[in-house]
């Protein structure tokens, strides 16, 4: 058997999903050492990606930017909610409304609050 041809290919990561694959086919003639030839061929591949690939320090794998942590559900107590509205509604002094500001703040309730200290106000 005669080896006539030597091909080699590899598949270079670019980023994440994304390769780049480069090969060579090299025809040998009567004379030439196998070994040397194939490790040829793949020196080439390896320049050429490397030589066509500027932005890639060799090796490294392009980093697509980091999505941002995504914000936790908000769990709401809806008891609790209910609870500080109609505290808020049954308030009868400006007094007993400051206290309950940070509920207000805490369930989205500050519209109400602030009809409500309108209403009292008067």
Known sequence: MKVKTISYAKVFPLAAYVNEKIGVEIELDDNDNYDKTFLTAKNLV????????????????????????????????????????????NATTLEDLDLLIADAAKYNLVSQFNEKKKQLSQ
């Open 46 to 89: 390896e320049k050429f990606h490397k030589d066509n690939n500027p932005q890639l320090e060799y090796g490294e794998i392009i980093k697509f930017p980091q999505q941002p942590e995504p914000t936790p559900l908000k769990i709401i107590d809806y008891k609790a909610k209910e609870n500080a509205e109609k505290q808020i509604d």
